[in-house]
């Protein structure tokens, strides 16, 4: 399997081939589970023509190997992949892309989950939508907050 895991870029990205990369004819692989994010036309009750995706570089991988790293602790999973999207996206553009395998489907879900969970808490990456109204920044949910503390990690961010 390929040692890299975590992939920050302006461009787009192949769910196809980033999935054959994380695979890479490991025959104990027995299931692949994978989630994609796109931007959306609307939030909060406005459209939204575009959005743009800032991080620290360095700081924004680190934080999402040691998601990984929680994961694999967590979860019997061979490996997981995370492509993230920085720069300006519109509707529909792909955001990010976690994928997961494992010998078994219900690992796979569970630690692709986790790390969706984690990544919309923890994960140092700054939004700034574009409206009718003007850009603003998105804020975090409590709802994402929630989700996180399910996983037994209490790191309130809204």
């Given at each position: ?78 490996g997981a992949r995370v492509v993230h999207r920085i720069g300006m996206l519109e ?14 489907r219900g690992q796979s879900f569970q630690a692709c989950e986790f790390l969706m ?11 700034k939508e574009r409206t009718p109204e003007g850009a603003r920044w998105v804020d ?19």
């Amino acid at each position: 399997m390929s040692s890299a895991r975590v992939f920050i870029q302006t461009h787009d990205f192949d769910l196809q081939q980033e999935v054959a990369a994380l695979h890479a004819g490991d025959c104990r692989v027995g299931a692949v589970c994978t989630f994609v994010g796109t931007v959306r036309d609307r939030n909060h009750g406005s459209d939204v023509s575009s959005m743009e995706l800032e991080h620290y570089p360095g700081m924004t991988e680190k934080a999402i190997e040691a998601m990984i790293d929680d994961a694999h602790r967590r979860f019997d999973i061979l490996g997981a992949r995370v492509v993230h999207r920085i720069g300006m996206l519109e509707p529909p553009d792909r955001i990010m892309m976690v994928a997961v395998v494992s010998a078994h489907r219900g690992q796979s879900f569970q630690a692709c989950e986790f790390l969706m969970d984690y990544l919309k808490t923890q994960a140092p990456f700054w939004k700034k939508e574009r409206t009718p109204e003007g850009a603003r920044w998105v804020d975090a949910r409590v709802a994402d907050d929630a989700a996180l503390a399910r996983w037994g990690i209490d790191a309130p961010n809204a």
